[in-house]
């Protein structure tokens, strides 16, 4: 559990219980045992459908015992006091780490690699683009027998303008056509996770989870006016967390914006 804290940051109790327990009464007094003795801290999350969620944070103690037993402790492993929104959205990244890593272990893979939002997690864009450079939420890599997925996760929220998104998106267009600036980006991911590179295919997607299939709809209609069908893959927040990383809920933006098509939906520049 200390593990998990250090890499994911914010997590609630439900994360633990789908991870570790069978029950969420167990993970509950687990966090609580962890909480009392020092090892983590909690925050509450403002109210909302009428019940708080506590977010647990690892602390100073928890980092101490991980570096008896051997952990390397990145050097910003503490979470950082932050406003509900912003808590809001880190928690919906662990939601999306969290299904990872019970989808992995589902498939009896030990030790995932996985990264949410760093200073190492960077893509450099070419020079001659402004943005200079893009930090995603989080990057995972799965292999599996047609090869090697290396994918950049991005959590939308709804609240960043179709504009605001197609400047994101075009960003990864430009570090998508170089190549090496995304190969650059997850070589290294492997390398800090002590991952050998393989001679097989492999293959990079853009992952975006977004709260509703309409927004869906939206951002893969920006994806496809760039070009961007088969590198962005949507799926729908709840529907992801709820039926795990690798159930088929992940669609590319071209199937979104047929789906959309077929079912009479507009879409409006």
């Given at each position: 559990?200390?593990?998990?804290?250090?890499?994911v940051?914010?997590?609630?109790?439900e994360?633990f219980?789908?991870?570790?327990f069978s029950?969420?009464?167990?993970?509950a007094?687990r966090?609580?045992?962890l909480?009392?003795?020092?090892?983590?801290?909690?925050?509450?999350?403002?109210?909302r459908?009428?019940?708080?969620a506590?977010i647990?944070v690892?602390?100073?103690?928890?980092?101490?015992?991980?570096?008896?037993?051997?952990?390397?402790?990145?050097?910003?492993w503490r979470?950082?006091?932050?406003?509900?929104t912003?808590?809001?959205?880190?928690?919906?990244?662990?939601?999306?780490?969290?299904?990872f890593?019970?989808?992995e272990a589902?498939?009896g893979?030990?030790?995932?690699?996985?990264?949410?939002?760093?200073?190492?997690l960077?893509?450099?864009?070419p020079?001659?683009?402004?943005?200079?450079s893009?930090?995603?939420d989080?990057?995972l890599?799965?292999?599996?027998d047609?090869?090697?997925l290396?994918?950049?996760?991005?959590?939308d929220?709804?609240?960043?303008?179709k504009?605001?998104m197609?400047?994101k998106?075009?960003?990864?267009r430009?570090?998508a056509?170089?190549?090496?600036?995304?190969e650059a980006?997850?070589?290294?991911?492997l390398?800090?996770?002590?991952?050998p590179?393989?001679?097989?295919?492999?293959a990079?997607?853009?992952l975006v989870t977004?709260?509703?299939?309409?927004?869906?709809?939206?951002?893969?209609?920006?994806a496809?006016?760039l070009g961007?069908?088969?590198f962005?893959m949507?799926?729908?927040h709840?529907?992801?967390?709820?039926?795990?990383?690798?159930?088929p809920?992940?669609?590319?933006?071209?199937m979104?914006?047929?789906d959309?098509a077929?079912?009479?939906?507009r879409?409006?520049?």
């Amino acid at each position: 559990m200390l593990r998990l804290l250090l890499r994911v940051k914010y997590a609630r109790v439900e994360h633990f219980q789908q991870l570790f327990f069978s029950s969420y009464k167990t993970a509950a007094e687990r966090c609580s045992k962890l909480f009392h003795a020092g090892f983590v801290d909690r925050t509450p999350l403002p109210a909302r459908r009428g019940q708080a969620a506590a977010i647990h944070v690892i602390d100073a103690a928890g980092i101490n015992r991980l570096r008896e037993i051997g952990v390397l402790i990145p050097r910003e492993w503490r979470g950082k006091a932050t406003s509900p929104t912003i808590l809001d959205h880190e928690l919906a990244v662990t939601d999306v780490l969290v299904s990872f890593l019970s989808g992995e272990a589902r498939r009896g893979v030990d030790g995932p690699v996985y990264e949410r939002a760093n200073k190492h997690l960077v893509v450099t864009l070419p020079q001659d683009v402004p943005a200079g450079s893009i930090k995603p939420d989080g990057a995972l890599v799965v292999d599996h027998d047609d090869g090697r997925l290396l994918g950049l996760l991005e959590v939308d929220r709804a609240t960043m303008s179709k504009a605001v998104m197609h400047e994101k998106f075009s960003a990864y267009r430009e570090a998508a056509l170089d190549g090496s600036c995304i190969e650059a980006t997850l070589t290294a991911l492997l390398a800090r996770h002590n991952v050998p590179l393989v001679e097989q295919q492999a293959a990079v997607k853009l992952l975006v989870t977004v709260p509703s299939a309409k927004r869906a709809v939206q951002l893969a209609h920006i994806a496809v006016t760039l070009g961007l069908k088969n590198f962005v893959m949507l799926a729908v927040h709840d529907d992801l967390t709820n039926a795990g990383i690798f159930a088929p809920v992940w669609k590319s933006a071209l199937m979104w914006v047929q789906d959309a098509a077929q079912a009479g939906v507009r879409l409006l520049s």
